[in-house]
């Protein structure tokens, strides 16, 4: 019995009640024969066709992960004797999905794959029961007609342009709320200050004095339209001072001297 197998051993037409393990072993010749059953996961591709609760015609494509447990060999020699995928596993997947996919309709059955497969999975492993281990279904395809495709195509684009139109109106209305919000803070700041000043005169000072930079104000000239800061003329009326103050005796003297 090669690795991965049991050998059920059949003496006469007569089915063994144990299993031989892998290895070598004797057997009787002509009257006993030995069948290996394998025991590794094993992997099937299958078919389903369904109907969904529109009366709907789907059909999936679907690979199943299956293995036979060393416990049940014999009992599935002797009940389903030859491939226990057909006979045992497919029908009751099959079962399964009808039950799953009857409950939806189409457009749920493409939209739902995963939970479709997971439901399905639960109710086929509940059907074979321990005889038999499936490991997991996986849905590789749902077909349905032209028609139908196309009639799901365009309401899936009309949910995501209406689903868009629905993003930007409460965009909108998210700006709007805001800039209400902003004008009506406004409007309060502003009669805060109004009272204020209402209340105190004084307080227009105080936001003049807030409001100073600390730099001199300009002072803008008449004829010769120029313009000084404050700062300038000061220092050039103390450099005109000081110019007169050191002014010396001899200069004086010439100065006050009659011509």
């Known amino acids: 019995v090669h690795p991965g197998y049991r050998g059920i051993e059949v003496t006469m037409g007569k089915v063994s009640a144990a299993f031989k393990p892998e ?6 010749p002509f009257i006993t024969a030995i069948y290996p059953i394998s025991v590794r996961q094993q992997t099937a591709e299958d078919k389903a066709e369904c ?10 494509d ?3 992960l299956f293995r036979i447990p060393e416990s049940s060999v014999v009992k599935l020699f002797q009940d389903y004797y030859g491939d226990p995928f057909e006979s045992l596993v497919a029908p009751r997947v099959h079962e399964a999905l009808k039950e799953v996919i009857a409950l939806q ?3 749920q059955v493409v939209k739902n794959r995963e939970q479709i497969k997971t439901r399905a999975l639960e109710i086929a492993r509940k059907k074979v029961g321990p005889m038999l ?5 996986v849905i590789q395809n749902i077909a349905l007609t032209k028609e139908l495709e196309h009639a799901i195509e365009a309401k899936m684009v009309q949910e995501q342009e209406a689903s868009k139109s629905k993003y930007f109106q409460q965009r909108a209305q998210i700006e709007a709320d ?4 902003k004008a009506k803070g406004e409007a309060e700041s502003i009669r805060i200050r109004g009272q204020a000043l209402k209340d105190s005169p004084t307080f227009i000072d105080l936001q003049i004095v807030d409001k100073w930079d ?3 104000p300009l002072v803008i000239g008449g004829g010769d339209n120029l313009v ?9 009326n103390h450099s005109r001072t000081n110019g007169n103050s050191t002014q010396t005796p001899a200069a004086a003297g010439r100065s006050n001297r009659p011509r």
């Open 23 to 28: 290895g070598f072993g004797l057997k009787a």
């Open 51 to 60: 109907y969904s609760s529109d009366l709907q015609q789907i059909v999936i």
């Open 62 to 64: 679907l690979r199943v």
């Open 105 to 107: 309709s189409a457009e």
């Open 133 to 137: 281990v499936i490991e997991d279904i």
């Open 178 to 181: 805001t800039s209400v919000i």
């Open 214 to 216: 600390g730099l001199t």
């Open 228 to 236: 000084f800061p404050l700062q300038d003329l000061e220092r050039m």
